[in-house]
Each structure stands twice: as structure tokens, then as C-alpha cells.
């Protein structure tokens, strides 16, 4: 990449808006109080964040005024990645600040949430409302025997009962974990299983895309299937009654109780995300109380800019790391927009209204969704007032040039657009979001406060403005403290730092440009990311195979120039089969019906046969690889394919593409 420094920028905050910024006045007293740099900018803080790490979190969590009951007795006790021990000897409870609003008598009786529906019904509940169920249900949760490091798991949809769930379960030292409904019991028990849950939260069904989707038979086969479960909290969404021996949502949340906080080691585990499950289960990914507390409030109260008088909204599911990232607006205050419901129903706008009707502040969504924006021609900020919206950002997969051109042209031109690019693994940003620097069509603005981010060469050595693959050469706190059920953490050491040892090997390929922005080129792996919810082969596999015409598919997900994401489903036949439009409709209704209808392929192709590697993996990436057009000689080692012939096929089906 040339360098870029002589190129415009799409949008410049003013003076004012940088003089503004949370991130400005925290370098001021930062400077003033812990050595930071006053003068130089964001590029000088982002340097001393990572030069002096130790003192950069001790200020996060000094400018965030963190309620250590007991003390720490250093930052970083060991260094080590992975295995860095973050804040020893202290003890918080992240439900603590996250309500913490509700403790201001000016504040008690504004709006924590808003919640809104396919029908823009919207619905609000106040902060001292919202700490009230909390604490009645995290009293009854102790009756049930809950205790720290317990399970708790969620079968929900985006609403205010998963966010109250979720605080209780913290709030006594559980440990939360959750799925989202259009999970079918196949995806929700190959998580839940793993961990083991005690109680288990559910609706009775959803509605999405106009429809009533009711889930009373998938929940009793996930009582069935989870003999740990102690409990279930039956929510009736779709007005049922609660099944035998389920326990009555609105019985447990009626007490006027104020709620007690477990006050557990910075490392205790505060949930658990779980990964795409390229390779065999999902990984079980545990983030820890303290961690997660220090990065979002980093990420949220610096990064976005977020503080009371700001509106948090983006479209997400509880299947989804962004629905953490979101609930974590509470921990600066901010009042959270959820929307439960379809991205584009009753038509394409249905998210831009929902920010119009709540006034949001900050409208995150997928790099998808604002394609599809530009591609069905609409104006949003002709056609509705979004006056209030200061910022839109995207993630999911890297934002295409033009959708930051239609975001300018169309919404305001105004606007801050912040592509973010991080992870499940995380929970937060390696980079995206800075209020005080310029956006560049196709970047993302830097690197985020206390992420050594850089672009590594196969030798381990340092590129820029060149493509590499993304690293992060320094812990971070919010980094898995381990996985589930993996005792020596031989699984959690071969996801990130089997290529460069002691280093975070993130799976993205990145480009920083010696203006330091980045630029993201979608994953080196060969995860599928549709929507921005990410899901592994596997899953697709197992549910596909099961069909009797079905001997074995690959299916694979590539990142279009235009935005677009093409994901074909390549199927070898039994004998006797024919690929024809029953086994396509059944092979799409099996993935959406036992998986998520968002990861229905595009293209259900037939093909001879599906390469492996000599021991029997199927070799997902030298396909996407010669999909996207890279030289067979160039994709794949031919020697370690079973049988290279069968690679010709999509080789020339590439040709056929371009």
C-alpha cells in the first residue's frame, strides 16, 4: 500500500468535538497524574498505553473511579501470554458498576433501556427499575443454591430480561452464558453442554421477519439434554403458560430487594462466548469480571465516547459478542437501545428507524447491512431524523469503500463513521473507533488504548502498509483467562500462539499504514462470518450430513470486493442422487431449522468429490483461496492434498466467477 498521508480525509471531528472528548480530557490527566504525554495526540497516548501498560490500566481504572473491595498488589503480575495474571489481590463485582447509575437520585429514574419490537412498541425501564429485578432476582438465584463459578444460561432473544439475567448471575459470582433462540437445540447444547449450566433461562418463542416462532419443543430437549440444570426460568414472550416444573419469570423478578454484590477476584469468570467451532465444538472462551470491567469501560467510555446523556444502540443477538459489548454501555451510564427483531423487516430501514425513534447516539450495525442500505437505494437521512446520531459503526467484516461513501452521502455528512475490528475471543476492538482522529474511506481510524496491535510477516518481523497477519504483542485484559474443559490449556495456546510463540495470532489479515490506521482483509481462517454472527463449518457439516443424499459438503464463506459475502455449500452425492430442487429446499430447511437461518447458503453446487488433506481434514482454506482467484500453485501444497485433481473443479469455477 503507497503511503496515504497526502489523501483527504472523508470526515474531521472540529475542534470543539476534539476539545470534547472523553479521550482528551483523560490524556490531560493522564499527563498531569501517571507521565502520559500532553501534547502529540492520540498517536502519542496510543504509544505510551503500550510502552507503559502498567500505568496506562492503573489510569483506566482511576479515571473510571473501579470499586476495588479489596486492593491489587500490582497491575500485571505475570506478563506471560497466555497466562498473564491482571490486578492480583483485588476483589470487584462487575453487576456493581454496571448499575451504579442508579445510585445518582438524578439519575435513578431515567431510562436504563429502551426496548423495541418489529412493531417500533418501545418500551423503557428506568435505572433504579432495572437494579430492582436485579436484585430480586439474584436473591432468588442464591435460593436456588446459585454460588460463585456456577453456570447460568440464557436461551433469549435481545430483551430486558436477558440484560437483568445476565447482571443477577454476575452480581452472585455465576458465570453467564447464552445463546439465541433461532439456535436450534443441535448448536445450543453443543455450547451449553460443554459448561455444564445450573439454570437456564427461556422464552417460549420469538417473533422475527412478521412470524411467531415458538421454541416449546426445543427447550424441552434442551431439559432433557442439560441433566445439571437445577432450574427453569420459563419468560413468556409469546403469552404461554410456563411447562411443568419451570419456574415463573415474573415471580422471581417481584421483590423489592436490594441487590447484593459478590465481591469475587479480578480474574473470576464472568461468562462465557463461544467460537465458531470451525474444527469439531465451539471453543468455550471464559473472560473474566475485572478484565471485561477495565477493557469496556476503556472501549466504551474512551473509544465510542459514551456517557450518560448518550443512546446506545446495535443490532445484535444474544448469540453474539456485540450483545455483551452493548449491555457494557451501562458501565458508563448510558442508556441501552434493544431491538429484538429481523434487520431488514417490514423492509430495509427497519434498523435506521429504530435509531430515529430512540434517539440514538450511536447506531452500531454490520458492514452488511449498510451495503444492503446502499444497494436497495434508500436515504435515511433524507427520508427520517437521525439529528442525533454522531456516530455509525460497523463490524462484522471490514466495511467496503463505498459504504463509507454512501454513509457520508446519505446519513450526514457529519458523520463519524467507525469501522471496529476485533473478536468473540476478546470481547472488544483490536482497532476501529477514535473520536479525535480523521476517517479515511476504507480504514479503521487506529489502534485501540492498550493494544499492541501490529502486522507480522511468516518470519515473526514487523510490516507496514503491507498485508500481514494481525498480532497483538502484549496481554490484554480482556484476553480468555482459558477455556472451558481444556485443563492443561493445550487448546487455548493452539488457537492464538502456536505461529508466533508468546504472541496473539488473531486469524485476520491487516494492513497498517504509516498514518496508522488499518485496514482489515477479512480472515485467514476459515470461519463464516454472515450478519456478523460467526459460525464454524462444522456445525453446517454435521447438520447437512445427515441427510442420506448427502456423502460429504465443504461450504465456504468469501468476502466480495463489493461488499458482498458469497457463501456457496458444495455437496458430493450419495449414489443415486440427484441434486435437484426438493434436496435443495431440504438442505437449506435442515441448516435453517437445526442451525440459524442466517448461515442458509447461497449456492447449493454439486461437485465430485471433497478434497482432504492426508489425514482426512477437509481443506477449507485453499478452496476459498482459489475462489477468490489466487494460482492453484499458490493456494495449496500439493503435497499435502489426498487427491490435487479434485481441486481443478474450483479452480475452474473461479474462472466461471470473474
Not at 431439559?223 to 409469546?238: D, G
Not at 441427510?547 to 449414489?575: C, K, N, Q, T
Not at 493456494?635 to 479434485?646: K, Y
Request: proline fraction near 7%.
Amino acid at each position: 500500500m503507497t503511503s496515504a498521508a497526502d489523501e483527504a480525509p472523508l470526515w474531521q471531528p472540529g475542534p470543539d468535538r476534539v476539545a470534547a472528548a472523553a479521550v482528551t480530557r483523560f490524556q490531560s490527566w493522564a499527563a498531569e497524574h501517571h507521565g502520559a504525554p500532553a501534547e502529540g495526540g492520540y498517536a502519542s497516548l496510543h504509544r505510551w498505553s503500550v510502552d507503559e501498560l502498567d500505568t496506562f490500566w492503573k489510569a483506566v481504572a482511576e479515571w473510571f473511579d473501579v470499586r476495588f473491595s479489596t486492593p491489587y498488589e500490582q497491575v500485571i503480575g505475570d506478563r506471560s501470554m497466555p497466562g498473564a495474571t491482571w490486578f492480583p489481590g483485588a476483589t470487584l463485582n462487575y453487576a456493581e458498576h454496571a448499575l451504579r447509575a442508579a445510585e445518582d437520585p438524578l439519575r435513578a429514574g431515567a431510562p436504563a433501556l429502551f426496548h423495541v419490537d418489529e412493531t417500533h412498541t418501545q418500551a423503557a425501564t428506568s435505572w433504579s427499575e432495572l437494579r430492582r429485578q436485579v436484585g430480586s432476582l439474584a436473591a432468588e438465584l442464591r435460593a436456588l443454591g446459585v454460588t460463585p463459578g456456577d453456570r447460568v444460561s440464557g436461551y433469549l432473544p435481545n430483551i430486558p430480561q436477558a440484560v437483568v439475567a445476565f447482571l443477577a448471575t454476575a452480581a452472585v459470582g455465576g458465570v453467564w452464558t447464552s445463546c439465541a433462540p433461532d439456535f436450534g437445540a443441535r448448536s445450543v447444547l453443543d455450547r451449553f453442554q460443554q459448561v455444564e449450566p445450573v439454570v437456564l433461562f427461556t422464552v417460549d418463542g420469538y417473533r422475527y421477519g412478521g412470524k411467531e416462532h415458538h421454541r416449546a419443543d426445543t427447550v424441552a430437549e434442551l431439559r432433557r439434554e442439560l441433566p445439571t440444570l437445577r432450574a427453569v426460568v420459563h419468560i413468556p414472550l409469546l403469552g404461554t403458560d410456563a411447562p411443568e416444573g419451570a419456574l415463573d419469570w415474573s415471580a422471581l423478578t417481584a421483590a423489592d430487594t436490594e441487590p447484593v454484590f459478590e465481591q469475587v477476584p479480578f480474574d473470576h469468570p464472568l461468562w462465557v462466548l463461544y467460537s465458531s467451532g470451525t474444527t469439531g465444538l465451539p471453543k468455550a472462551i471464559v473472560q473474566s469480571q475485572g478484565g471485561i470491567l477495565l477493557e469496556h469501560f476503556k472501549q466504551i467510555g474512551l473509544h465510542c465516547d459514551l456517557g450518560p446523556e448518550d443512546r446506545f444502540f446495535w443490532y445484535t443477538s444474544t448469540g453474539w459478542m456485540m450483545w455483551n459489548f452493548l449491555v457494557s454501555g451501562l458501565l458508563t451510564g448510558t442508556t441501552l437501545v434493544l431491538y429484538d427483531g429481523s434487520p431488514g423487516y417490514p423492509d430495509v430501514s427497519a434498523q435506521w428507524r429504530v435509531a430515529e425513534q430512540t434517539g440514538a447516539t450511536l447506531f452500531g450495525t454490520s458492514a452488511a447491512y449498510v451495503m444492503a442500505c446502499r444497494k436497495a437505494g434508500i436515504h435515511p437521512g433524507r427520508d427520517l431524523d437521525l439529528s442525533r446520531v454522531q456516530c455509525v459503526a460497523t463490524t462484522g467484516s471490514p466495511l467496503p469503500p463505498d459504504g463509507f461513501r454512501w454513509l457520508h452521502d446519505e446519513v450526514a455528512d457529519d458523520l463519524w463513521i467507525a469501522s471496529v475490528s476485533g473478536g468473540t475471543d476478546v470481547c472488544s476492538c483490536f482497532a476501529g473507533a477514535v473520536p479525535t482522529l480523521p476517517v479515511h474511506i476504507g480504514e479503521l481510524q487506529a489502534a485501540c488504548l492498550g493494544t499492541d496491535l501490529q502486522s507480522w510477516d511468516p518470519d515473526g518481523q514487523p510490516l507496514t502498509g503491507e498485508v500481514g497477519e494481525l498480532v497483538v504483542t502484549a496481554p490484554m485484559p480482556s484476553m480468555p483467562v482459558r477455556f472451558w474443559n481444556d485443563p492443561d490449556g493445550s487448546r487455548y495456546h493452539d488457537s492464538y500462539f502456536d505461529v508466533y510463540p508468546g504472541v496473539w495470532r488473531h486469524g485476520d489479515w491487516i494492513t497498517i499504514t504509516d498514518r496508522g490506521s488499518v485496514v482489515i482483509h477479512g480472515r485467514s481462517d476459515s470461519t463464516l462470518n454472515r450478519q456478523g454472527v460467526r459460525m464454524g463449518s462444522a456445525d453446517i457439516y454435521e447438520a447437512v450430513e445427515r441427510l442420506p443424499e448427502i456423502r460429504e459438503s465443504l461450504v465456504i464463506g468469501l468476502e466480495e470486493p463489493d461488499g458482498g459475502y458469497w457463501m456457496p455449500l458444495f455437496v458430493h452425492l450419495a449414489e443415486g442422487a440427484a441434486l435437484d430442487d426438493d434436496l435443495r429446499d431440504s438442505i437449506k430447511r435442515t441448516i435453517r431449522e437445526n442451525l440459524s437461518p442466517r448461515h442458509v447458503p447461497d449456492e447449493v453446487i454439486e461437485v465430485p468429490g471433497i478434497p482432504h488433506t492426508l489425514t482426512g481434514k477437509r481443506i477449507e482454506v485453499p478452496v476459498k483461496r482459489l475462489l477468490q482467484g489466487t494460482a492453484l500453485e499458490k493456494a495449496v501444497n500439493p503435497g499435502s492434498i489426498d487427491n490435487l485433481e479434485l481441486l481443478h473443479f474450483y479452480e475452474k469455477l473461479a474462472r466461471e466467477r470473474r
